[in-house]
């Protein structure tokens, strides 16, 4: 299947007891996650943890693609494709809205990002087979808004954020591209209240450890909590 072994330390988990989801999950097509890995920041090992830990967190291991846009693949693991940047001109968090670019990704596709200072801890499967409309982070410091380090979406269907963002001289708004998606998609779902306790933040949720229920914890930007 194209996929490589996965090291012997990263196991598969059993099935979940709720079969309805689980077939659900087995029976979707198989969507693409990514990743952009801009600068220096976070090295290929952050890349490469984020696959094993989505492998790790699946019954049956990642079956779809996983890309990471970067301008330096050096270190990265065979499994994940590489691609550039789809905008090079762009810098930091502003290349994320170059992921909505149409023909970045087949139209019908569905597509989930995950920052890199993400780890998840539970089973992702529920999470994967969302199939609803663009869906984003309710912001863990300003509930009003928005927090991109994970969203999804279908593509073809979100091109106008990127559209906007250029018809605009690429305007680079205070809060940076999840401000910007703000302004775009004002009524978004909210992934904590789709996931009721699946998404948690580290420094406002985790003082005694993860809660039970987390399933992808934001870590703080730059820290080392993965090792």
Known sequence: NGKAPMDEVYMK?????DKAIYEAWRKAPNPTICCVKWGTLYGPEYVNRLYRMIQLNLPEGFRGKFICFTEDGTGLIPAIEVRPIPDAALTGWWTKLSLFKAGVFPAGERVFFFDLDTV????????LSYRGEFAILRDFYRPEGYGSAVMTWQAGKCD?????????????????????IERMVPNAVRLQDYFTGAFVSYKVDCANGPPKDARVVGI??????IR
Do not use: C, K, M, Y
């Open 160 to 180: 106008f954020i990127w559209n906007s963002f250029e018809e605009a001289g690429r305007l680079f708004v205070t809060g940076g591209d999840q401000a910007w």
């Open 13 to 17: 988990p059993e099935a979940s007891a």
């Open 220 to 225: 703080p930007q730059g820290g080392d909590l």
């Open 120 to 127: 998840i801890t539970g089973d992702l499967e529920s999470i």
